[in-house]
């Protein structure tokens, strides 16, 4: 099985600060796609990079994939409180409709 | 509303028993998924499915089994539960290539 690794595992830091989370694999991602799941909840979809260099913004959140499409990262600028959660990164083995392989995650802590 | 309905979101088992877990969506989404959720193991694929009656195997499918019979309700059964299969359980459904909905997530306990 092709591994998909997150870094940091766990990560708490205080409101306001700014943190980026990683993701890497020694594969080529067709794609990959960011998910957050909340205590007691489904983990739900932040969003979707295809293109190698790709950068995209949710809000504070910015999302970038490695110009080799091997890494990507989140950064989170002023993190909020509602910013905690457990951080999730997939992808799929082959291109089309196979099923996504998730990491492992990384729990984000923010602390008021 | 759209979405995913898992049920029950909560259950206690025997050892031995069989258990049946369900999922509903309304997204008329083609692909329905089963994962477990487990510290240190991350989401792991146990079955899906790509179409009504069309299952494959995941990662993790000893001891399970799916039924897909309308698109809408896709069925995980644990034949014979063990302890082993304490876990929260997440399905999920997608259209082709795209992102997953998942639902709230079972958490069963095999006791």
């Known amino acids: 099985t092709q591994l998909l690794e997150q870094s940091p595992q766990f990560l708490s830091i205080q409101e306001g600060e700014n943190l980026t989370v990683y993701c890497n694999s020694s594969?080529?991602?067709?794609?990959l796609q960011w998910y957050r799941q909340e205590p007691g909840e489904g983990p739900v979809l932040l969003v979707t990079?295809?293109?190698?260099?790709e950068v995209k913004k949710l809000k504070r959140l910015t999302f970038q994939f490695g110009d080799a499409r091997k890494d990507s990262s989140l950064h989170i600028t002023a993190a909020q409180t509602g910013d905690t959660g457990l951080y999730l990164c997939?992808?799929?083995?082959?291109?089309?409709?196979?099923?996504?392989?998730f990491g492992k995650g990384t729990r984000l802590s923010v602390i008021a | 509303d759209a979405g995913i309905t898992q049920s029950p979101r909560h259950k206690v088992t025997e050892t031995g028993t069989p258990v049946t877990l369900r999922c509903h969506q309304t997204?008329?989404?083609?692909?329905m998924y089963w994962y477990r959720q487990d510290p240190g193991h991350g989401l792991r694929l146990i079955h899906y499915?790509?179409?009504?009656?069309?299952?494959d195997k995941g990662e993790v499918s000893d001891g399970y089994s799916v039924s897909r019979s309308k698109t809408e309700d896709f069925l995980l059964t644990l034949e014979s539960a063990t302890s082993s299969q304490t876990s929260v359980y997440f399905c999920a459904s997608s259209d082709a290539g795209y992102g997953y909905t998942f639902g709230s997530g079972t958490r069963l306990t095999v006791v």
């Open positions: 499915s790509y179409g009504v009656k069309d299952t």
């Open positions: 997939a992808w799929r083995l082959r291109e089309g409709n196979t099923p996504l392989v």
């Open positions: 594969s080529v991602f067709s794609s």
């Open positions: 990079v295809v293109t190698g260099g």
């Open positions: 997204e008329n989404h083609r692909y």
